[in-house]
Each structure stands twice: as structure tokens, then as C-alpha cells.
């Protein structure tokens, strides 16, 4: 059987798509996180980072069930990994 796993894309509480690619809903991440003039931050965990594509992809290797925010002092964009169920 093969593991399919899936990417949500949160604005505040609200769905915006589901991906499949890392690269792509991390550019559509920080296109929405960066709608103010504050710098974006990714938090894992509670900790904050710079937003990186790499640290997002070895943050969720070998995870599932989890989410990752992308934060400026207006906006909150979650990133929440999961994978299909039968």
C-alpha cells in the first residue's frame, strides 16, 4: 500500500488549498504570511526560524499529524501535514 501524504494550507482558520508539493505550499505560505511590513517567521514547536524550505522538509520528514506556523505581527499561516487514510 502506498503512503500518500497531503499538505493543508490554513489562513487563519480558514482552508486555502491542499498540496502536495513542499515547494509549492511553502511559496504560497509566505505569499500570504507576507501581507504587512513585519518580517515572517516559521514556528516549530513555539520556536521561531527564518522560513526555509529546507528546514521545513527536514522538519517533516518522517512526521505526520503536524503543523508548522508562518507568523508576522498581523497574519498566521499554518502548514499542517498529514497523510491519506483508508
Known amino acids: ?11 487563519m482558520d480558514a482552508l486555502v488549498g491542499v498540496y502536495s508539493s513542499l515547494k ?19 514556528f516549530i ?9 529546507t528546514v521545513l522538509r527536514n522538519t517533516f520528514k518522517g512526521k505526520c499529524d503536524l503543523d508548522i506556523k508562518y507568523r508576522t505581527s498581523s497574519s498566521l499561516v499554518r502548514i499542517y501535514k498529514t497523510k491519506l487514510k483508508e
Open 45 to 53: 514547536d513555539g520556536v521561531p526560524s527564518e522560513p526555509s524550505l
Open 1 to 11: 500500500m502506498t503512503k500518500i501524504y497531503i499538505y493543508c494550507l490554513f489562513d
Open 24 to 42: 509549492a505550499i511553502h511559496r504560497d505560505a509566505l505569499r500570504l504570511a507576507n501581507r504587512s511590513s513585519s518580517r515572517v517567521m516559521m
